[in-house]
């Protein structure tokens, strides 16, 4: 089965893949009006049968419901949330163990922290 993960931001939505239990971070985009369709697209191209999306705490908790909701109807696929605390100092510790080039930070922190939601998941 392959997967889709979904680090959802304001700004940015992190997003990686799992093919035969094979995780990569996929991409990072902007979270405008171009968001779906894109994600449509990858969703297609990687034939992603499920979709999780990370769920953390608080007022961002309220969008990201709202995010899955809009995500659920669109796909009409099975959409789960998956806690993701600490997601994101995860994923810095990683970018930062295996990247130096910092220009790059913002471009993939979010697709290497979708990634990480993901490995909950199927580990």
């Known amino acids: 089965m392959n997967c889709l993960a979904i680090d959802y931001g304001t700004k940015r939505i992190g997003i990686a ?7 990569a971070p996929l991409t ?16 297609d ?4 049968s499920k979709v ?10 309220n969008l990201t419901l709202a995010f899955v909701s809009k995500l659920t109807d669109m796909l009409e696929l099975p959409v789960e949330t998956v806690e993701e605390a600490v997601s994101t100092i995860e994923a810095d510790s990683i970018y930062k163990s295996n990247q130096k080039n910092q220009k790059r930070y913002k471009q993939t922190i979010d697709s290497i922290a979708a990634a990480v939601i993901l490995k909950r998941v199927i580990s």
């Open 17 to 23: 893949y799992s093919v035969n239990g094979i995780i």
């Open 28 to 43: 990072t985009l902007s979270n405008d009006q171009n968001f779906f369709p894109k994600l449509r697209q990858i969703v």
């Open 45 to 48: 191209e990687y034939q992603i």
């Open 52 to 61: 999780y999306v990370g769920l953390s705490e608080g007022k961002i908790a």
